[in-house]
């Protein structure tokens, strides 16, 4: 995440040794004013033209056009240990062993007492299947 600084150009050049042209004044300025923000750890993004309303006198206004230089940097984000996603990793569990033994006995079930087919078959209490209608 970053936040932003907007700050306008500078209107005047610097005067400097060896910088004659009111360009190479100008454009002085401007990389100063950039070389400042940036030792202060400010990243130069880019320099927009944008209209500003302004008023003039009691009823009228006028339309300005101001040179911003726009600027960005890291934020300090503290985040709550809650609010941190964490990835989970996959849990890998032994499988069971699987035997080819056969098992002991003849196959067949033996039938116990209660296991007559004429006996109503016994449900617990609270089990019941709910059924969209």
Known sequence: MYEYKVVP??????????VKTPEARFALGV????NALAAEGWE??????L?????VGLTGSETHWRTLLVF??????DLAPETVPTRVEPVLTKAPAVSS?????SGVAEASPDD????????????EETRPA
Do not use: L
């Not at 130069?44 to 033209?49: I, L, M, N, S």
């Not at 960005?72 to 984000?77: K, L, S, T």
């Not at 033994?101 to 006995?105: C, F, L, N, R, S």
């Open 44 to 49: 130069y993004q880019r320099a927009d033209v």
């Open 101 to 105: 033994a056969v098992p002991e006995g």
């Open 51 to 55: 209209p500003s309303e302004e008023r």
């Open 72 to 77: 960005r940097r890291a934020m300090a984000v």
């Open 116 to 127: 007559r087919a004429d006996a109503e078959p016994e449900f617990e209490e609270g089990a």
């Open 9 to 18: 150009t500078p209107t005047k050049g610097v005067k400097a040794k060896g």
């Open 31 to 34: 990389e100063q004013a950039i």
